[in-house]
């Protein structure tokens, strides 16, 4: 019996893959730095019996109605809304994500984001490297607090709880809204249950780490900006299309809010010439949230054990669509 069909779009060590190898036929697309092309990812999907794949990869019902062997999509993230998943669990195939491995590292990185918002860091950085320091003054790339003020976590999962964890330590105020209570953020970290429009009218800071749902595309749109405050602090690490872009470049444009950190866009990768990056109360990461080496090794692990563990008819660690298999 051949040995089942394995793709992955991204280079991976082959230290990782190892134990799939012994099991399976594994490709890779190995480019570095360019995704794997559409009419590749489709071919190599149609003799698969799993992927391995990115979140910049779109497994769509036309990739998935003509992928007649495929069993399991191993996705590298947490977050799988370029899967279809309603088509994928319809045709018999597991989606499996990787929560929990990537909490606590895109918890720092979503709190440091924050931070280097309020004390314009990136800004102070170029400005040193630049030249441009040539006398101390007072009010020299002066920012705002983050110790002792109100944060707003939209999106009160495993992520939320970990920033709030956080922001419990510089002393802030935690808001949350979320479609559902946290108990654990409000008994553990004092955190306060609001509506969406009373999180954004209150906090300082209003951190984004909601999925891309039908009900979250465009959440925060120039209605949002306009209530929060005109001091106050966007950060985004969740998805970019849950923000109206155009509207967010409008209110920081009119000062309706301070500033923005932004670790995910509407299209990925942005072009450099994009209106938002040259604003200088932005500041852009290119979606690093869990991007350690330590975490990211530890996410392909259990993509491996995943496509593993599905190849051997076997129920997956972290599945999607739970339903799968029974
Ligand atoms: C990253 O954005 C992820 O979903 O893991
Ligand atoms: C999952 O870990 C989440 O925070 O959404």
Same mark, same amino acid.
Request: net charge negative.
């Given at each position: 019996m051949?040995?089942p069909y394995v793709?992955?779009?991204r ?5 990782? /893959?190892?134990p799939?190898m ?7 697309w190995?480019s570095e730095s ?5 009419e590749v ?12 794949t ?6 769509d019902?036309?990739l ?8 399991? &999509?191993?996705?590298l993230a947490?977050g ?7 088509v994928?669990?319809e045709? @018999?195939i ?6 929990d ?5 895109t918890a720092d990185l979503?709190f440091?984001?924050m /931070?280097?918002t309020?004390?314009? /860091?990136t ?5 040193v490297k630049e030249?441009n320091w040539?006398s101390?003054?007072p009010?020299l $790339?002066?920012?705002?607090d983050?110790h002792?003020?109100?944060? @707003?976590?939209v999106?009160?999962g495993k &992520?939320g ?12 105020? &935690?808001?949350?809204h979320n479609?559902? %209570? ?6 553990? $970290?004092g955190a ?12 300082d #800071?209003v951190v984004?780490?909601t ?5 979250t595309k465009?959440l925060f749109?120039?209605?949002a900006f306009?209530?929060m ?5 966007f950060?985004?690490?969740g998805?970019?299309q849950?923000?109206d872009?155009t509207?967010l ?9 301070? @500033?923005?950190? $932004?670790?995910?866009f #509407?299209?990925e ?7 938002l ?9 290119p979606h690093?949230?869990?991007a ?9 692990e259990?993509?491996?054990?995943n496509?593993i563990?599905? /190849?051997?008819d076997? %129920? ?5 669509n739970?339903e799968?298999?029974r």
């Open positions: 051949s040995k793709f992955i779009t280079k991976i060590s082959e230290e990782v /893959l190892a799939l012994e099991i399976a036929e594994v490709h890779s190995n360019e995704a794997v092309p559409r990812l489709l071919k190599e999907a149609n003799k698969a019996d799993a992927l391995l990115m979140l910049s990869d779109s497994v019902q036309a998935l109605t003509q992928a007649p062997n495929l069993k399991v &999509i191993a996705n947490v799988f809304d370029n899967i279809d998943v309603k994928a669990t045709q @018999g597991a989606v499996c994500n990787t929560p491995v990537l909490t606590e590292t979503t440091g984001l /931070l280097a309020a004390r314009r /860091l800004e102070a950085e170029t400005y030249g040539q101390w003054s009010y $790339l002066a920012g705002s983050v002792h003020k109100t944060i @707003g976590i999106g009160m &992520i709880q970990a920033v709030a964890r956080r922001a419990k330590g510089f002393g802030m105020e &935690i808001l949350y479609r559902s %209570r946290n108990d654990v953020a409000e008994n553990e $970290l306060m249950y609001c509506s969406f429009d009373e999180l954004l009218t209150e906090a #800071y984004c780490l999925p891309l749902t039908e009900e465009h749109d120039a209605d306009k209530r405050k005109p001091s106050s602090i950060v985004n690490v998805r970019g849950v923000v872009e509207a470049i409008d209110a920081l444009s009119k000062k309706e809010i301070a @500033g923005a950190g $932004l670790d995910v #509407y299209q990768p942005i072009g450099a010439d994009h209106p990056l040259k604003l200088p109360q932005v500041v852009a990461l690093i949230g869990s350690s080496v330590e975490t990211r090794t530890i996410m392909m259990l993509c491996r054990d496509i563990a599905v /190849l051997n076997k %129920r997956p660690k972290t599945l999607v739970r799968w298999g």
